[in-house]
């Protein structure tokens, strides 16, 4: 995991729940199939996200189901890192587990609009808007937290629990 | 201690935990549906030969049953080769919607940390178990160590008082906190409902409220564990401890007291289960569907209510009425109890237990622009099948009065009972 990720913004709403991120009847699907129908709330964000983008949401994003493919459909669609008001607490799990960076930052939705730069520095939780030259401090993650993030994910924590070598230092699923 | 902390402290061996601590816990039972495949598969690739106590570990399959497509199939055969792979005991096949049954075969105790793949792991709270869903990779994580990492949540508590009126349910009772609290008040946290309302409640009763604790944000959503439980579980789970509650000096986040007297039935409203309006605000709403299923409300004491109600009348032409029985034992009974035949002759139809159309995954899909009400626990944009279909939420009585008019109904036109008394 990079320690600053910088990208351009996708910005959301409140309350964007996990069956808009990976609706239940494509989540067995292959990742082409999920591609075009996850996040259909914003079917052009999916047209045109590029490597790198970061998402801006309100309270509560990822509210509701267990489904790991909400954040993992992210990730795979190249989103650096989503930073909200709040989070679904299993969605925001989830994100640790797969060592997909997800910030709690109080302000950052007034804070930031669709297009805005930002550098988010996942140690400390400093956010600058380098379009709107503001600075916004995001919940730091814990030390426990950050060893998951920075191991690239759960299953690679568990890997070294159980002695086995990790295939790629990436974490990705 | 609160109850949260209580079962937080004993299975991460501390005498006492605060809200905020983090601790790794040792958990007493382990739920996986469908997504045992996948963890499964996760840890023949890691090499893992045995799980960290099979006897703790139960699987279910209960998303896709009866298996809608072939590919569904293909999930199950390989779930059935890793249980016994992994010498799993408790492999409970299609027996239901998994928090119905874990619950009503007595695999859950007061006082437990259940840790499963769904989010709505936080029903086991109805018979005092701290219940939490997690996603795959955690699970997998869980599965091979037994452990793990937690937040030590602060409690909400919730004081139901005073004395409901007639076509009252629990989900009433969630919907309006849903409604005056919104989703997200307990965000990070745990409940505890209490109150002589939730004293009187059923487990059936209890189970809804604990269950839909998930949609007000939170981690776990409990009621004491008192002589109701003591008796359900009685049976059930002979090694059940007879009490589990908060200590006498449990500190709360904070305590809402919440006045039951004079409660309308209460709707949630599309796209969202905090969208909810008292049944008399909503005007004209016309149903094409009405659901009655669910690990929310689709029990025994749901299907006798729906069945009081369409007793001696017929469903709507217009509307079409699903019963899906949240679990094969419930159907079971409540054929034995006549109330099957009841429904099928208003006209219902009746489906094998299981998600069904819950989750939008098989058995009553809505199209676009249908209307659904339904029983259920969630009603986000295209949950149960098209984002251009508009679902409500309601009780057991809502959804039936919604299949005898036509449309969205106070129940107590057919009604007068309530479950809550
Ligand atoms: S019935 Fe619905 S809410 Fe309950 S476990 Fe199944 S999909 Fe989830």
Known sequence: MERLI???VWKFGHNVDTDVMAPWNTISEPWETRRKTGLHIRPECVERV????????????????SREHAPENLKLLGIGAVVAESFGRIYFRNSIAI???????PGIHEGCEEGDELEIDVRTGQIQNLTRKMSFQAQPFTPEILSILEKGGLLNVLRERLGVAAPDSTGSP | MTMAEKVLARTSGRDSVAPGEY??????????HEAFTLCGLQLASLGV??????????????????????QMARGHVIARDLVERFKIRHFLGHAGICHQVLTEQGHIKPGDLVLGTDSHSTTYGAVGAAGAGIGLTEMTYVLATGELWLQVPPTLRFELEGNPGPGLMSKDVVLHLAGEFGTEVAQYRAIEYAGPVAERMSIASRMTMANMGVELGAKFALFEADAVTERYLEGRCPDAPPRFGPDAD????????????GLEP?????????????????????????????????????????????RG????PRTRLLVTPASHRVYLEATRAGYTETLLEAGAHITASGCGACPGGHSGLVGPGEVCISSTNRNFRGRMGSPEAEVYLGSPATVAAAAVAGRLVDPREFWKGTTLS
């Open chain 2, 23 to 32: 601790v790794t816990c040792r958990v007493d039972r382990v739920m996986c």
């Open chain 2, 49 to 70: 030969q045995e799980l960290f106590d099979p006897d703790r570990v139960i699987v279910i399959l209960d998303h896709y049953f009866p298996t809608p497509t072939e």
């Open chain 2, 250 to 261: 449990a500190r709360y986040e904070a305590v809402h007291r919440i006045a039951i007297t």
């Open chain 1, 6 to 8: 910088r990208g351009r």
């Open chain 1, 99 to 105: 060592a997909f960076p997800n910030l709690a930052c």
């Open chain 2, 313 to 316: 009348r017929q469903v709507h």
């Open chain 2, 266 to 310: 209460q709707v949630a409203c599309p796209h969202n289960p905090g969208n909810v309006k008292p049944i008399s605000k909503l005007g004209e709403v016309r149903v094409n569907q009405a659901f009655l299923g669910s690990c929310t409300n689709a029990r025994l004491e749901d299907l006798e209510v729906a069945a009081e109600i369409l």
């Open chain 1, 50 to 65: 590029q490597p790198g983008d970061l998402v801006v949401a309100g309270r509560n994003w990822g509210c509701s189901s």
